[in-house]
């Protein structure tokens, strides 16, 4: 669930002290951590020995042990705040899950603090705005085709291609109503639904909830 949200790097993963605090105790990492170690120093005394070799395949075994439970923790660890943030958003408590999503990015910028530069590198240091840098915004134009494309009336197939894009499991709206559901109503829900995107096309207003 989380690979489908977040889409995480576990190999970069910076584990900081606060999550071993949640990681380590969950995977009992004492003993294989502590063998671990201790095969490495074994490995290290015994270079240039004869058995040099079984010392360095036994710290290997251990060493591999131990990121394996590592990543599998780290996979839990962003399941469990995948579900902190579904659980907030289907509260209809979005502070909270931005809050969460703020922390799992190391934090934010604040945007007043942030330097902007003009088009030639300056920084710049009052808030007034050249007028013409506005009107220097180049505007592209919409081919006929596209445009008539984009204002034609919504078809019965473009709501089912567009029903069946949505991935499954997001948190559901204000209605309750979760994109499986509308999935699992198959045809009649997909007329239901164009009919409700044909009456907003008509009369350029949204429903009410």
Known sequence: MSQG???????????????YKRIVPALNLSI???RNSLAFGNWQNHRGTPSEIDYRNRYRRLRKLVKNKIDVRQEEYWDEVCEEIEKSIKIHDPATAFSI???LRRGSKRVENMPIKDKNGNLLVSSTVDP???DAIQIDDIPQAEEERQNAQPSVEEVRRALSQMESRKAPGNDEVTVTILKAGGEPVILWLYEIFSDIWKNKEMVED
């Open 101 to 103: 999503i703020r922390r």
């Open 32 to 34: 294989p951590a502590n």
């Open 5 to 19: 949200i977040f889409n995480p790097d576990f190999n970069a993963w910076n584990v900081t002290a606060a999550k």
């Open 132 to 134: 013409d840098l506005i």
